[in-house]
């Protein structure tokens, strides 16, 4: 049995040229643009399952709960921490990083740490528009990154562990042929006794 290696490239042909380079001001827009509506539907859908608990509980004097602006704000505002936070963690992006091919690393290019991403969160939810920074800015980093050291590049691979952008761009994958053992037996002699041969 022997293996070959064959190399697939996991990153779209379109984008394969700026791969690894830093995100602009409208694809991370748009990334959280993505993020927000998340989150929305995530807190739609908890206030309409406490809803539903209430109504199983009250029957018919049953009302929706009214909340109000501060609470909203405060748990809106929570929710988007926490959801930041945590995608930035576990694999670099969140779900509309996801989408548009970003990805969060340090300076260093490594991944980013539970602190640094709940500074980062934080950052960005009490002020989002320290974001336009990112037009201004030659490496293309908003105060977000500059205050926490991190950086967001485009980036299509599935893994977050990346050594460098080349790797980010390929994954090796060794696949094993197996080879026949059999003899050729094209040009045989016949021997003398098989098969009624003499």
């Given at each position: 049995?022997?293996?070959?290696?064959?190399?697939?490239?996991?990153?779209?042909?379109?984008?394969?040229?700026?791969?690894?380079?830093?995100?602009?001001?409208?694809?991370?827009?748009?990334?959280?643009?993505?993020?927000?509506?998340?989150?929305?539907?995530?807190?739609?859908?908890?206030?309409?399952?406490v809803a539903?608990?209430?109504?199983?509980?009250?029957?018919?004097?049953?009302?929706?709960?009214?909340?109000?602006?501060?609470?909203?704000?405060a748990?809106?505002?929570?929710?988007?921490?926490?959801y930041?936070?945590?995608?930035?963690?576990?694999?670099?992006?969140?779900?509309?990083?996801?989408?548009?091919?970003?990805?969060v690393?340090?300076?260093?290019?490594?991944?980013?740490?539970?602190?640094?991403?709940?500074?980062?969160?934080?950052?960005?939810?009490?002020?989002?528009?320290l974001?336009?920074?990112?037009?201004?800015?030659?490496?293309?980093?908003?105060?977000?990154?500059?205050?926490?050291?991190?950086?967001?590049?485009?980036?299509?691979?599935?893994?977050?562990?990346?050594?460098s952008?080349?790797?980010?761009?390929?994954?090796?994958?060794?696949?094993?042929?197996?080879?026949?053992?059999?003899?050729?037996?094209?040009?045989?002699?016949?021997?003398s006794?098989?098969?009624?041969?003499?």
């Amino acid at each position: 049995m022997t293996a070959r290696q064959t190399a697939f490239d996991t990153v779209p042909r379109e984008a394969r040229s700026f791969h690894g380079e830093p995100a602009g001001l409208v694809t991370r827009t748009l990334a959280n643009v993505v993020d927000l509506v998340v989150v929305a539907a995530l807190l739609a859908g908890g206030y309409l399952g406490v809803a539903g608990l209430l109504f199983l509980r009250r029957g018919a004097s049953f009302t929706f709960p009214i909340v109000s602006y501060r609470l909203a704000y405060a748990v809106g505002v929570g929710a988007w921490i926490v959801y930041m936070a945590f995608g930035w963690r576990t694999n670099g992006r969140t779900y509309g990083d996801h989408l548009l091919g970003l990805r969060v690393r340090t300076m260093d290019n490594t991944e980013v740490g539970g602190v640094r991403a709940v500074a980062r969160a934080v950052l960005c939810a009490v002020a989002p528009l320290l974001l336009v920074w990112v037009a201004i800015s030659r490496q293309q980093r908003s105060v977000q990154d500059l205050i926490v050291g991190t950086h967001v590049v485009y980036d299509w691979g599935g893994s977050r562990r990346r050594t460098s952008s080349e790797d980010a761009a390929r994954m090796r994958v060794d696949v094993a042929a197996t080879v026949a053992n059999e003899p050729d037996d094209r040009d045989a002699e016949p021997v003398s006794g098989v098969d009624g041969e003499r």
